[in-house]
T-cell receptor, first 113, second 113 residues
Framework: DAGITQSPRHKVTETGTPVTLRCHQT?????MYWYRQDPGHGLRLIHY???????DKGEVSDGYSVSRSKTEDFLLTLESATSSQTSVYFC????????????FGPGTRLTVL | AQSVTQPDIHITVSEGASLELRCNYS??????LFWYVQSPGQGLQLLLK??????LVQGIKGFEAEFKRSQSSFNLRKPSVHWSDAAEYFC???????????FGAGTRLTVKP
């Protein structure tokens, strides 16, 4: 299994509070991704990174920001959490970009009350 | 924009029976196509992928998929299903110039004894 960890694995928070999720990899892969998974929608890309300090938006980026200061860490921040951001969040990594195999972390279940 | 449709939300098959999960995509150019599997509470694992060449692709766990350009389809098949195949299956599409991989909504597979 690819060395990907996500923290925390579960979090309950209140509307309006900031939340940061962390993805850590030990594979030295260049690309890292954040997805959210919701019933009926599959996985949707939030943001991705193609190198340290290099990030770009995905399909559902509104309300989220990301940062990557080291190759191994990719942070997802909800500046002011809303109930619509209740979801399961997955981090993924890949060596190359589009079309390369993505390896997924175990997920973080976030509940915003 | 590229999109993926999995027409079947839930499929039930008997153990030992054959399986076909449908996937249709919408994209102008030849896409990169993937099938991922997700066991309950887990991240996603790649089953197989198609980039070019032979349109019949073999994957792990005895799965295969066939790319049919004329039908814009990439259906997943397995000749004999095992109880351990019960999971959710996601079809995904990407393109060489676009890191925004799009997933279908998923098909949940139940295997009857």
């Amino acid at each position: 299994d690819a060395g990907i960890t996500q923290s925390p694995r579960h979090k309950v928070t209140e509307t309006g509070t900031p939340v940061t999720l962390r993805c850590h990899q030990t594979e030295n892969h260049r690309y890292m991704y954040w997805y959210r998974q919701d019933p009926g929608h599959g996985l949707r890309l939030i943001h991705y990174s193609y190198g340290v300090k290099d990030t770009d938006k995905g399909e559902v980026s509104d309300g989220y920001s990301v940062s990557r200061s080291k190759t191994e860490d990719f942070l997802l921040t909800l500046e002011s959490a809303t109930s619509s951001q209740t979801s399961v969040y997955f981090c993924a990594i890949s060596e190359g970009g589009a079309g390369d195999t993505q390896y997924f972390g175990p997920g973080t279940r976030l509940t915003v009350l | 924009a590229q999109s993926v449709t999995q027409p079947d939300i839930h499929i039930t098959v008997s153990e030992g029976a054959s399986l076909e999960l449908r996937c249709n995509y919408s994209y102008g150019a030849t896409p990169y196509l993937f099938w991922y599997v997700q066991s309950p509470g887990q991240g996603l694992q790649l089953l197989l992928k198609y980039f070019s060449g032979d349109t019949l692709v073999q994957g792990i766990k005895g799965f295969e998929a066939e790319f049919k350009r004329s039908q814009s389809s990439f259906n997943l098949r397995k000749p004999s299903v095992h109880w351990s195949d019960a999971a959710e299956y996601f079809c995904a599409v990407a393109h060489e110039n676009n890191n925004d991989m799009r997933f279908g909504a998923g098909t949940r597979l139940t295997v009857k004894p």
